[in-house]
């Protein structure tokens, strides 16, 4: 796996172990080994630009099934361009070449930044125009098409997820548009109150991270005689907007305050992506069903968030 300590990696590395065996899930990131996924089974420090060193790692590692998450966030995408195409293009293009040459199959997340201002956005359908004004989801657009492309061309098995904002009390926020969602939780545990950088009524489609996971391993464990769109299905759990999901919270922090403190730049981007994904092709072609809404996924991520906070304060 490719960017194993970052949101998605930091808890897929585990749940992989789990399931396969910790020996049998080699973590990587261009970091030291992060979130302690090196005390537990394989862990390599690898740059996914270098083309080299991903061969050598598959080679050595004797790799069948790269889950390739390495890749620079919607936000700082925006403020490093060249940067973001150099490793969310260059590093997936390096990838697909090593699992040609090498037989792996991979997998590779999409987003809703995928899709533009032009694209319908309540439902967005599975197969619609596709014109990002970020270059995330320029980045994203085109790894899709390269993973058909690698698919249709040279038989490699690509398999990929469009994920919506993505929710989690484990890893902190990596410079998204959805990051409110998950800042959200820990200023009103640890303040009372919190200034939502997105304005109010804006509507984006949402997931607890449990279901991320698990999608990403019912994908990749699907019959792929089943699967006409690989790269990428469309997945959703929840619609949410800040003064829905502050809402959600006074269920259980009574006290907690939303304001607002609009930035500009998150702002468009939000404004650009869909308000809900229409996920039945995921559902009817691998029996994709989400198992959190607004109402579960809060009182877990409460729950987990104070249990840290309390084991933390005991060390």
Same mark, same amino acid.
């Given at each position: 796996?490719?960017?194993?300590?970052? =949101?998605?990696?930091?808890?897929?590395?585990?749940?992989?172990?789990?399931?396969?065996?910790?020996?049998?899930?080699?973590?990587?990131?261009?970091?030291?080994?992060?979130?302690?996924?090196?005390?537990?089974?394989?862990?390599?420090?690898?740059?996914?630009?270098?083309?080299?060193? $991903?061969?050598?790692?598959?080679?050595? =590692?004797?790799?069948?099934? $790269?889950?390739?998450?390495?890749?620079?966030?919607?936000?700082?995408?925006?403020?490093?361009?060249? =940067?973001?195409?150099? $490793?969310?293009?260059?590093?997936?293009?390096?990838?697909?070449?090593?699992?040609?040459?090498?037989?792996?199959?991979?997998?590779?997340?999409?987003?809703?930044?995928?899709?533009?201002?032009?694209?319908?956005?309540?439902?967005?359908?599975?197969?619609?125009?596709?014109?990002?004004?970020?270059?995330?989801?320029?980045?994203?657009?085109?790894?899709?098409?390269?993973?058909?492309?690698?698919? !249709?061309?040279?038989?490699?098995?690509?398999?990929?997820?469009?994920?919506?904002?993505?929710?989690?009390?484990?890893?902190?926020?990596?410079?998204?548009?959805?990051?409110?969602? $998950?800042?959200?939780?820990?200023?009103?545990?640890?303040?009372?109150?919190?200034?939502?950088?997105?304005?109010?009524?804006?509507?984006?489609?949402?997931?607890?991270?449990?279901?991320?996971?698990?999608?990403?391993?019912?994908?990749?464990?699907?019959?792929?005689?089943?699967?006409?769109?690989?790269?990428?299905?469309?997945?959703?759990?929840?619609?949410?907007?800040?003064?829905?999901?502050?809402?959600?919270?006074?269920?259980?922090?009574?006290?907690?305050?939303?304001?607002?403190?609009?930035?500009?730049?998150?702002?468009?981007?939000?404004? !650009?992506?869909?308000?809900?994904?229409?996920?039945?092709?995921?559902?009817?072609?691998?029996?994709?069903?989400?198992?959190?809404?607004?109402?579960?996924?809060?009182?877990?991520?409460?729950?987990?968030?104070?249990?840290?906070?309390?084991?933390?304060?005991?060390?």
């Amino acid at each position: 796996m490719t960017g194993a300590a970052g =949101q998605i990696g930091s808890e897929l590395v585990p749940a992989l172990r789990a399931a396969y065996g910790d020996a049998a899930v080699v973590a990587s990131d261009v970091k030291e080994d992060g979130h302690g996924l090196g005390e537990a089974g394989p862990y390599i420090r690898l740059d996914c630009t270098d083309a080299q060193a $991903v061969a050598a790692a598959v080679r050595e =590692q004797r790799v069948d099934v $790269v889950y390739h998450l390495a890749a620079l966030l919607s936000a700082v995408a925006e403020k490093k361009p060249h =940067q973001a195409y150099e $490793v969310n293009l260059g590093g997936l293009y390096n990838v697909l070449e090593v699992a040609r040459e090498a037989g792996c199959a991979v997998f590779t997340p999409s987003s809703i930044a995928a899709f533009g201002p032009s694209t319908p956005p309540d439902p967005t359908p599975q197969d619609t125009i596709q014109r990002p004004t970020t270059m995330y989801g320029v980045t994203k657009v085109a790894g899709e098409l390269l993973c058909d492309y690698y698919h !249709s061309a040279f038989g490699v098995d690509t398999r990929g997820l469009r994920y919506p904002g993505l929710i989690s009390y484990v890893a902190p926020p990596g410079g998204g548009t959805t990051d409110w969602a $998950v800042e959200i939780f820990h200023a009103a545990l640890e303040h009372g109150e919190y200034a939502c950088f997105l304005a109010e009524g804006t509507q984006l489609d949402m997931m607890y991270m449990p279901d991320a996971i698990r999608a990403a391993m019912e994908l990749m464990e699907a019959d792929a005689d089943r699967l006409e769109h690989r790269n990428a299905f469309n997945v959703t759990a929840m619609q949410l907007t800040p003064e829905r999901l502050a809402g959600a919270i006074r269920e259980h922090v009574p006290e907690f305050r939303l304001t607002y403190d609009v930035d500009p730049v998150k702002q468009r981007i939000a404004e !650009s992506w869909p308000k809900r994904l229409d996920d039945s092709a995921a559902r009817e072609e691998w029996g994709w069903s989400p198992r959190y809404d607004m109402e579960t996924m809060t009182a877990d991520m409460l729950e987990r968030l104070r249990e840290r906070s309390a084991a933390g304060e005991a060390r």
